[in-house]
């Protein structure tokens, strides 16, 4: 069942989308921007399936993850060069006293399981967020922090985000709703609220995951020995990987416990802002450059969700947060042409233009 819709011209998308998805027994959505303006938006799959049903991300969350160390970087809260053990002074054990946050945030720390076993950790533990954090602070790093890479597919959320708890206060999940998804109106999160849960879209895979004698196998054709501690890592890492899927099945699993993959969302869209703006500028606040339209003397631009108060305005302080927006440079922010009653090189906050999807319906 296919539904959502296409802007004129962007019909042969919608084309290749219903040929792509003829022979797919699961669900897919596709959501297209073009300089800044939403051109597709649909979705196939069973009835009840849409454009705003919403999928696990995976390990796309890894990026969510980052970019919430990066913003409290950003602002000057966080040393990306610093020892982990500054934020985290548990971390300094068995070794690990000179691992950076940049060894973090870029899979050099030598932690890409949970358990040293090759059996991993399994589930309900794996759903453990504070016993997960305090094993992976007392575990041996299998390599040297920042002399080799190697992915953390279940780890690299756990990490990063106790850092950025130690930092800030908040989960890492609370801190991108408040700093990053809420102000910029997506449906994105890391855990899925509740409130959420009816929209979501279960997970299934067509093949089986490879067992753990197949893993072994493979690892000892390339030359790794059943008991290195690398062959072991990665036995355990995969383990630990099929039990986060099976856990992913289940309301706790999908909660903010699981910070790697378990990020949820429907595709990344914003509204086309087609209403005539209240100040000069028009176009979507997702477009670099909004257009003039000669009209108006008032001094707003479009944005979708994000708002202030007169007070907010008058005294931005120096933070990049959604919130409390520092001005200048800010994505939340930007330069207002003046009019006739406008302020000369003055800064308008963008505020949200409720408007209605346009274009060609692809039902």
Known sequence: MLTGWVAPGWEPVRAAFVRGCADDPGAAQLAVHHHGRPVVDLAAGPPGFGTDSVGVLMSVTKGLVAVCAHLLSERGDLDLDAPVARYWPEFAAAGKAGTTVSDLLTHRAGLPAFAAGPAGCGLPGLLDRDARVDALAAMRPVWEPGTACLYHALTYGHLVGEVVRRVCGRSVGAFFAAEVAEPLGLDLWIGLPAREEHRFAPQYAVHPDPTPEQVAGFLAGLGLAPDAPLSLAL????????????????????AP??????????????????RRSSGPWTGCGCCPRPRWNGRSSRTTTCRPRLRSTAATRRAAPASGSASSCPGRGCRCWAPVRSGTRGRAGGWGWRTRAAVSPWGTCAR
């Not at 355990?236 to 999908?254: C, D, F, I, P, W």
């Not at 699981?258 to 949820?264: K, N, T, V, Y």
Request: with cysteine; glycine share 10%.
């Open 235 to 254: 036995r355990a890492s995969q383990a630990e990987l099929a039990a986060a899927v099976e856990g992913l099945t289940t309301r706790e699993g999908r």
């Open 257 to 274: 416990s699981c910070p790697a993959p378990a990020g949820s969302a429907t595709p990344a869209r914003c509204p086309g802002c087609t």
